[in-house]
């Protein structure tokens, strides 16, 4: 006889297999030791360049690329919202703000986005994924190009931040979504290094005061996430807007391989600095044993 839902909660009314008891006895579906993850970094082969950005149209340069190569992308394109670069709402000091971000037309957005995205089924490996960010302007071109080029969606995560701008007859935008979509729906790469992983990350993001950067910068911890979930050590990360580099500097941090494209020259002199202050494998720790150490360096 099955037991009623009474029995199987305790005289204070909390289900036996509660969220905290089960956690207790949570491991992550993959994990490395900082040794066996180093191993992993210095033992991948490929036969194409690694651990390289290339200042060329991402089109382009993808269509180089050989089948089956990439073992994950993180991209975070154009906003295509008639940005600049340079507005006061997105830099303390625009002065710092590097010159050349080029935005993409509203009107050839849906076009831009589906030429991008229609290169990722054939380079990426049977187990690879996409992670996506995008504002809610255009998170419906970005949409309808996954779906068109049968990249399968698993999650719609929220990126909840601390940055909004002021409103008079709507609500403050202060959130970004991340999608995360993948080739082969039945046999895709995903490392549950968290017991109860929930959808809505709240991440603050971070002011680079007196810094030179791109028009804007994702934080590093909000990257590493997705690289952590999304693929694993010795891996290929590929992020075709690689802005100010934070994906290369994260693939590096968490011995991580990467390849990039960036249409801004410009930036180079940048990235490189961004990356000469990462040691290799530096935010690498197992999974099991995480804490809430903070990332950022600058």
């Not at 002065?95 to 986005?113: A, C």
């Not at 995560?157 to 601390?162: A, G, L, P, R, T």
């Not at 290369?248 to 968490?254: D, F, H, I, S, W």
């Amino acid at each position: 006889m099955k037991k009623s839902m009474e029995s199987q909660t305790t005289k204070k009314g909390k289900n036996k297999h509660s969220t905290k008891k089960s956690s207790k006895k949570f491991k992550p579906t993959y994990d490395w030791t900082i040794s066996e993850a180093r191993a992993l970094y210095e033992s991948s082969k490929c036969n194409f360049d690694i651990d390289i950005i290339h200042y060329e149209d991402c089109i382009e340069g993808m269509r180089k690329l050989p089948d089956n190569s990439i073992d994950m992308v993180v991209a975070d394109p154009p906003f295509g919202i008639n940005f600049n670069g340079k507005e006061g709402i997105y830099n303390r000091d625009k002065n710092n703000v590097i010159e050349g971000y080029k935005e993409v037309e509203i009107s050839n957005y849906s076009e831009f986005t589906n030429r991008w995205i229609s290169e990722l089924p054939r380079i990426l490996k049977k187990s690879g994924g996409v992670w996506i960010f995008s504002g809610w302007t255009n998170l419906k071109d970005i949409l309808f190009a996954l779906e068109k080029n049968n990249l399968e969606l698993i999650n719609h995560i929220i990126w909840k931040y601390q940055f909004g701008v002021f409103t008079k007859r709507k609500f403050v935008t202060s959130h970004y979504h991340i999608l995360f979509a993948v080739k082969n729906k039945r046999n895709y790469f995903f490392n549950k290094i968290e017991h109860y992983p929930e959808d809505v990350w709240n991440i603050k993001r971070v002011y680079h005061t007196g810094i030179k950067k791109n028009a804007t910068k994702l934080p590093t911890d909000v990257v590493l996430r997705c690289i952590d979930f999304g693929s694993k050590p010795g891996d290929i990360i590929l992020d075709p807007f690689m802005g100010n580099g934070t994906t290369a500097v994260v693939c590096k941090g968490a011995y991580r391989h990467y390849i990039g494209y960036e249409i801004n020259k410009q930036l180079q002199e940048i990235i490189e600095w961004n990356l000469s202050k990462i040691k290799l494998g530096e935010f690498y720790t197992p999974y099991s044993e995480r804490t809430n150490d903070k990332r950022e360096k600058n």
